[in-house]
């Protein structure tokens, strides 16, 4: 039961463009969603999260966008550098329980 | 460096042995998670452990068993191992409500 998707599993962008990554999860009792990033052979490390009374937070060139009503969020990199490349997940859960569900990952190349 | 460690880094071994991978969480965490990534696979949320007590489980087989400890290191045991075992095991953790810090995985090859 694949309760956050992420329908991309890979996307190229140029340096210097917007990346924007997707997230789709269909229980509504999610209510804290995070974005992490994982380069090869090392552990997933945390990137930016929202909790469910926003529906935008910002932390330098990242921001992500929470859409509850269509049950979407997104993560957008602006500018995107070289660095970024990497796999990107997004998680999300639930205030009253503890349990993390992670999508399968966007494997995001930005090119220089 | 994000504070959580995992022994070992790689481990090779056959099938039907057993294997135990450690987990040491981030100075002040009492919540450990285990994770599974398969070839081009998402994470895969095994079990967590709060504290020393079973909190939450995932899609984790009847072969694999884990623990936490009363200093809060935890132990994934992989037991009966077949060939689709093989894989990347994260460990994470976090406050009871924060977000996780991972490891850097141990790489599991069944052979």
């Known amino acids: 039961d694949q309760q956050v998707k992420q329908n991309s599993p890979s996307l190229s962008v140029q340096e210097g463009r917007i990346s924007i990554l997707n997230c789709d999860y269909t229980?509504?009792?999610?209510?804290?969603f995070l974005w992490y990033k994982k380069y090869p052979a090392e552990g997933p490390t945390f990137l930016i999260s929202?909790?469910?009374?926003?529906d935008k937070n910002e932390d330098g060139r990242f921001t992500v966008f929470l859409n509850k009503s269509a049950k979407h969020l997104s993560l957008h990199i602006v500018p995107s550098q070289p660095g970024d490349s990497a796999v990107y997940f997004c998680?999300?859960?639930?205030?009253?329980?503890?349990?993390?569900?992670f999508g399968s990952g966007t494997k995001l190349n930005v090119k220089p | 460096d994000s504070g959580v460690t995992q022994t070992p880094k790689h481990l090779i071994t056959a099938t039907g042995q057993r294997v135990t991978l450690r987990c040491s969480p981030r100075?002040?965490?009492?919540?450990v998670y285990w994770y599974q990534q398969s070839l081009d696979q998402g994470l895969q949320f095994l079990i967590q452990?709060?504290?020393?007590?079973?909190?939450a489980k995932g899609n984790i087989l009847e072969r694999f068993s884990a623990q936490q400890f009363p200093d809060l290191h935890s132990e994934l045991n992989l037991s009966s191992l077949e060939l689709g075992d093989s894989a990347l095991y994260f460990c994470?953790?976090?406050?009871?409500?924060?977000?996780?810090?991972f490891g850097p995985g141990t790489r599991l090859t069944v052979l």
């Open positions: 994470a953790s976090s406050t009871l409500v924060g977000e996780q810090f």
């Open positions: 229980n509504s009792m999610f209510d804290y």
């Open positions: 929202i909790s469910s009374i926003k």
């Open positions: 452990y709060y504290n020393g007590e079973e909190r």
């Open positions: 998680a999300a859960k639930s205030y009253n329980f503890n349990k993390f569900y």
């Open positions: 100075s002040g965490d009492l919540s």
